[in-house]
C-alpha cells in the first residue's frame, strides 16, 4: 500500500556528482522522515543522511560536506544530491521513510535499492 521508488544511481567517475531520488506513493498520511542508507559488498548497510518532517537533517560523517539530502514535501519526494564522489561510495543506496499510513500505523518502508559505482 506504501511504495518508495529509488531512481538516479548510475556509474560516475571519482570526484563526479549524481542526484538521486525517491519518491512515496500509497496510502500516506503523514511522513515523520525520509533517509538514505547504503550497503557496500560485503559490509553492513550505514546511515547516509535523514531529514526530519520539521527540516532538520543529519549525515555520516563519511559524506559530510560532499553530500545533501533535501526533500519536496508537496511531492513525498527526497533527493541526495551528492557531489566529489570517491571510489568508497560505492554501493547499493536505499531509500527509507519513517511514515504513518492511512490506517495510523507507524512503520518504516525501504525502497528497492540504486546502485551507485564510483570508477575510472
Known amino acids: 500500500q506504501v511504495q518508495l521508488v529509488e531512481s538516479g544511481g548510475n556509474l560516475v567517475q571519482p570526484g563526479g556528482s549524481l542526484r538521486l531520488s525517491c519518491a512515496a506513493s500509497g496510502r500516506i498520511f503523514t511522513i515523520y522522515a525520509m533517509g538514505w542508507s547504503r550497503q557496500a559488498p560485503g559490509k553492513q548497510r550505514e546511515l547516509v543522511a535523514r531529514i526530519f518532517s520539521g527540516g532538520s537533517t543529519n549525515y555520516a560523517d563519511s559524506v559530510k560536506g560532499r553530500f545533501t539530502i533535501s526533500r519536496d514535501s508537496a511531492k513525498n519526494t527526497v533527493y541526495l544530491q551528492m557531489n566529489g564522489l570517491k571510489p568508497e561510495d560505492t554501493a547499493v543506496y536505499y531509500c527509507?521513510?519513517?511514515?504513518?499510513?492511512?490506517?495510523?500505523?507507524?512503520?518504516?518502508?525501504w525502497g528497492q535499492g540504486t546502485q551507485v559505482t564510483v570508477s575510472s
Open positions: 527509507n521513510a519513517d511514515l504513518e499510513n492511512w490506517a495510523r500505523r507507524r512503520d518504516d518502508y
